[in-house]
């Protein structure tokens, strides 16, 4: 196959996944052309960043599994199902309830990705939440949550790192689109060096394991993916001050192309080696850090739209701020 994108767009680290290579052979040939295409029409960096995503998807198209196969509908009744023979997922909430779902598996250590369309319109009030999570008073979790706004109003992208059961580590972002009028990328990357969050592959966060300092790292508990869209009208919206509009109800959240390139844990061993060489075809994640590339891009993302980071809230922590930040 002829070289047609720039060596960033597609690998962001010196040894290239043997997913993502995989993937160029599983792509259609429409869309293979369809991408040649848009690479030669485009030349500024914000179309190069629609290339990504329609690049991504392609990929993940090729790879994602059956949300029947991969989750259970844990919770909201009728207001979660399956749709599209597997392909489709949609979560609901209505004055009566939200709704949720959880993997089937568990995970220790992994890269997770899944496409999410968020609530339209007036969703002040509503949260929906993505997130990897351990169970009880210590558990360790890894959260995407999107806090709903009113119309024409920016969501706000929630993000936290708890570890033995302590959290307190909030970054809040907005997104450069708009997530309610199509699909994009959520995706964790966790090894034991980092936790890695990415927004259609680009890198807006990073918890470094610095154990060396005395920072907890989740390591050791094995975590569920879990996503639910519930009524939180007390904090999410402007501090509770907006309330949800029932009038509006129901809200729905959709989502598509999980996939799971990760060790997972069942009957007390994990499915990777104990040198932690996994079975799966993309094992990048498993040493992936920020090269200059992706940190460029993280710099990018954190200079132009994070809106809060408890690394810098001195009021919060007036004893001195956290030792990781």
């Known amino acids: 196959m002829p070289a047609l994108f720039p060596p960033w ?24 052309y369809l991408l040649q295409l848009l690479y030669q029409k485009m030349a500024t960096a914000s179309s190069l960043i629609l290339l990504i995503s329609f690049f ?54 992994g890269r997770i990705d899944m496409q999410l369309k968020l609530v339209s319109g007036n969703s002040a009030g509503t949260v929906t939440a993505y997130y990897l ?52 990328f959520y ?59 029932w009038s509006k109800a129901p809200f729905t959240a959709s989502y598509r192309n999980f996939n799971d390139a990760a060790c997972v844990w069942s009957h007390g061993s994990s499915s990777c080696a104990s040198k932690f060489t996994s079975p799966v075809s993309n094992t990048a994640w498993q040493n992936q850090g920020l090269d200059a590339e992706s940190r460029r891009k993280l710099q990018w993302v954190q200079k132009n739209y994070m809106i809060y980071n408890y690394c810098s809230d001195m009021k919060r922590f007036p004893d001195g701020l956290p030792p990781e930040c």
């Open 56 to 109: 991504v998807s392609s990929i993940m198209d090729a790879f994602a599994g059956s949300f029947y196969q991969d989750f259970d509908l844990t919770w909201g009744d009728h207001r979660a199902k399956i749709d599209d023979g597997g392909k489709l997922l949609m979560l609901s909430l209505d004055k009566a309830s939200g709704s949720g779902f959880q993997s089937k598996k568990e995970y220790l250590f």
């Open 133 to 184: 999570s351990s169970q009880g008073p210590t558990h360790d979790e890894i959260d995407f949550e999107f806090l709903g706004n009113l119309s024409g109003e920016p969501y706000v992208l929630h993000t936290n790192v708890f570890t033995q059961g302590k959290g307190n580590r909030e970054q809040q972002f907005y997104l450069w689109f708009d997530p309610t009028q199509d699909f994009h």
């Open 9 to 32: 767009l597609v690998f962001s680290h010196a040894s290239p996944s043997t997913a993502y290579i995989k993937a160029f052979s599983l792509i259609s040939t429409h869309q293979y």
């Open 187 to 245: 995706s964790i990357v966790w090894n034991p060096q980092n936790v890695i969050f990415l927004v259609d592959n680009i890198p807006i966060r990073e918890f470094k394991n610095q154990e060396s300092i005395g920072v907890p790292f989740p390591k050791s508990q094995p975590m569920r993916v879990y996503s639910s869209l519930w009524n939180a009208d007390d904090w999410a919206t402007r501090g509770g001050l907006v309330k949800t509009d």
